[in-house]
């Protein structure tokens, strides 16, 4: 089992940043991605940033491209997401996945609100 908790989430003013962690525990050898997910009201859970463990090949959604970074540590195994010039549409509750040997671990989710 892996389990994932995610921190960094509030309250934050258009144009805003956070920063998003999400640490990893349990049997995390052999996690082979991780990524973040975000749902907003009324809309279906959608991915926003991916990362590989070993190349860390990085993948955005266009929504994102430009504002947000995704990054890892493997030796804290914990990923980040870096959230720059927030919008209000990025209002969401931000979800951290894993991928491991074709098993999908999710966290609780952290509240992301871009509001003035």
């Known amino acids: 089992q892996v389990q994932l908790v995610e921190s960094g989430g509030g309250l934050v003013q258009p144009g805003g940043s956070l920063r998003l962690s999400c640490a990893a525990s349990g049997f995390t050898s052999g996690i082979s991605a991780m990524s973040w997910y975000r749902q907003g009201p009324g809309k279906e859970r959608e991915l926003v940033a991916s990362?590989?463990?070993?190349?860390?090949?990085?993948n955005y959604d266009d929504s994102v491209v430009g504002r947000f970074t995704i990054s890892r540590d493997n030796a804290k195994n914990t990923v980040y997401l870096q959230m720059n010039n927030l919008k209000a549409q990025d209002t969401a509750l931000y979800y951290c996945?894993?991928?491991?040997?074709?098993?999908?671990?999710w966290g609780q989710g952290t509240q992301v609100t871009v509001s003035s």
């Open positions: 996945r894993a991928l491991r040997r074709s098993f999908v671990y």
């Open positions: 990362i590989t463990t070993a190349g860390g090949t990085t």
